[in-house]
């Protein structure tokens, strides 16, 4: 395995980031000099890029900026922290915790999001030190969560539901495990206390796989079993497709290069999904992902962030070298890949009985937000539960919630409680609503250039009328909604994808395969939400009259509406174009 970076020269002046990253004393920065500044919500913009690595990102609320600014006043300053939680486990207790600290550090509500972990938002610069060491007593932590690393690591949510399903999550979260910076960083500042009390700091420590500068930018991996892809595995950087054999897991068909963020009006920006460059055994599930890692991390773009990604190394330099380049890293080659299926990415709603003989639940959360409003005491009700749970909580890739474990006892009082609380309707929307993704976007998230979880309710209910009305209410059709073009929804892989453009107005793309398999087409580049509804009208209505026998709304827009727009006169599709 190489072991020291070895990138090649450029003539390009390096990206701001590097030569942060580079003067951080392996990521510790003067983080605890801005922490214990009291004069100020904020950290200073060096630090800023360097507590992703610790898990957080200063935000402000930006509904309050201009009331602010008025008042000649600091913007309202908070930061959200997303914990690293391989597969979405989560114990009883440990929701317990999260749940309190939610309450005493942040905004009360716990936030469910599309890689399988939580984020917390509204946690003032005060309560970040306090917030981590609470989760430390729990084993949560937040290490490598965001930043230039391997991220919080993807896998199937329910393990329980075979042997296979349980092997497969062990590898994802031993590459977890594997893939996590080496600095005692994290632990220096937040936890030890070391430095705050006056001792020098320890040497530099090395990072034998990510070097000084880690990687050019994030890197995501997930790991799929079929006939599921609940996981998106052809978004991920670094995909582990399970190939079970007479019921036993013979090993993963590796994909590489997925990656959905882009940027409006930049060409040079785009979705791609991932390509399947072969077969290895379960056991070299770490030695393909340092081979993979350290790949990009040579090889990935220094100079520009927005081409920084492992899908650009590979569209640049063509995924067959870059699977030779990961084969001589290896010092072997890969086998052939092996058949595979993907028939669903949908989350099993209700009670199922496990492989183990225990129960799970999974419980339909809209955009993943876990709080109480009026009617809909949602976070009260998990908190019940979790006090008398004697399984896991497994959080979906889906935004939902899975409780796992569940003894025939126990699945009586779990009934009782939801009952109790209202909740045991949750499950029963519209398949729509039921395949529907959002990011958190305003007010909270600097990059948003649109609303998204707060308009998607409404923008539902519009759209369920449509789809009542041409009698689709249970076919599931995948919908996502982001506030702007980086993609954390995952909308470029939905049959219908909204994409953020301007205050209320949204990009709308149409004809992914229901599946993951494929990205979808631009169909219209600047849509209010009610426009997009009547532009979308017409179309479920011939999609119910129309379609061919199984074919998804995804499918049928793309055989259809979609062709129909590529064929008509220039004239009629300015401003639209295909990704």
Same mark, same amino acid.
């Given at each position: ?53 610790? !898990? ?88 490598? /969560? ?14 329980? #539901? ?64 079929? %006939? ?39 060409? *040079? ?124 909580? #497994? ?47 305003? %007010? ?19 759209? *369920?009328?449509?789809?009542? !009305? ?63 509804? /009547? ?28 062709? *129909? ?15």
């Amino acid at each position: 395995m190489s072991s020291e970076p070895s990138a090649p020269s450029t003539p390009k002046p390096l990206s701001p980031n590097e030569a942060i990253k580079t003067a951080s004393n392996f990521l510790r920065g003067t983080i605890l000099r801005d922490v214990a500044d009291t004069s100020t919500g904020a950290i200073s913009p060096d630090n800023t890029e360097l507590t992703k690595f610790h !898990g957080f990102y200063q935000q402000d609320d930006r509904d309050q900026r201009l009331a602010l600014k008025k008042a000649g006043k600091e913007k309202a300053f908070s930061f959200m922290l997303r914990l690293r939680l391989p597969g979405g486990r989560c114990t009883a207790k440990q929701w317990l915790l999260l749940d309190r600290l939610a309450d005493e550090r942040a905004n009360g509500s716990l936030r469910l999001t599309t890689r399988q972990t939580f984020q917390f938002h509204g946690i003032l610069k005060g309560n970040l030190r306090p917030m981590i060491q609470g989760m430390h007593t729990e084993l949560v932590d937040s290490i490598a /969560a965001c930043g230039d690393v391997n991220r919080n690591v993807m896998s199937a949510p329910n393990p329980e #539901r075979s042997p296979v399903h349980q092997q497969v999550y062990e590898l994802a979260r031993g590459f977890s495990e594997f893939a996590l910076p080496k600095t005692r960083a994290y632990h220096e500042i937040w936890l030890e206390d070391e430095l705050v009390a006056g001792g020098e700091p320890k040497p530099a420590e090395d990072e034998p796989m990510y070097g000084k500068t880690y990687l050019p930018r994030k890197f995501k991996a997930g790991f799929a079993v079929p %006939p599921s892809n609940d996981v998106d595995v052809f978004s991920q950087d670094l995909g582990f497709i399970a190939i079970v054999e007479d019921g036993k897991l013979a090993g993963f068909n590796v994909c590489v290069g997925g990656g959905l963020g882009m940027s409006h009006g930049n060409a *040079e920006t785009f979705p791609r999904l991932a390509d399947v460059i072969g077969f290895i055994t379960a056991d070299q599930v770490n030695e393909v992902g340092h081979a993979v890692i350290t790949a990009q991390r040579d090889y990935g773009d220094r100079t520009n962030r927005k081409h920084a990604r492992l899908k650009y190394t590979i569209e640049d330099r063509g995924v067959e070298w870059f699977k030779a380049e990961v084969e001589r890293r290896l010092g072997w080659g890969f086998a052939p890949a092996r058949p595979y299926e993907f028939t669903t990415i949908a989350d099993d709603y209700g009670w199922h009985r496990a492989a183990d003989g225990t129960w799970f639940f999974m419980l339909f959360v809209l955009s993943g937000r876990i709080k109480d409003t009026p009617g809909w005491p949602m976070k009260t009700a998990l908190r019940e539960i979790a006090k008398i749970h004697d399984g896991d909580f #497994r959080l979906t890739p889906s935004q939902n919630i899975s409780l796992s474990g569940v003894s025939d006892a126990k699945k009586i009082e779990i009934e009782q409680i939801l009952a109790r609380r209202g909740l045991d309707q949750q499950n029963k929307q519209s398949a729509l609503r039921l395949n529907a993704l959002s990011c958190v976007a305003l %007010p909270t998230c600097g990059l948003a250039l649109a609303e998204s979880e707060r308009v998607m309710p409404q923008f539902l209910d519009k759209l *369920e009328a449509v789809i009542d !009305g041409a009698g689709l209410r249970d076919d599931a059709i995948s919908i996502r909604m982001t506030g702007c073009p980086n993609g954390c929804a995952r909308p470029y892989i939905a049959e219908i994808g909204l994409v953020g453009r301007a205050p209320n107005k949204y990009a709308l793309y149409l004809g992914a395969d229901y599946n993951g398999r494929r990205l979808n087409k631009l169909f219209a580049p600047s849509l209010t939400l009610d426009e997009v509804v /009547a532009q979308l009208t017409p179309i479920i209505k011939r999609y119910a009259t129309e379609r061919s026998e199984g074919e998804r709304l995804g499918d049928f827009c793309l055989r259809t509406v979609l062709a *129909e727009k590529e064929k008509a006169p220039a004239v009629e599709t300015a401003g639209a174009c295909t990704i």
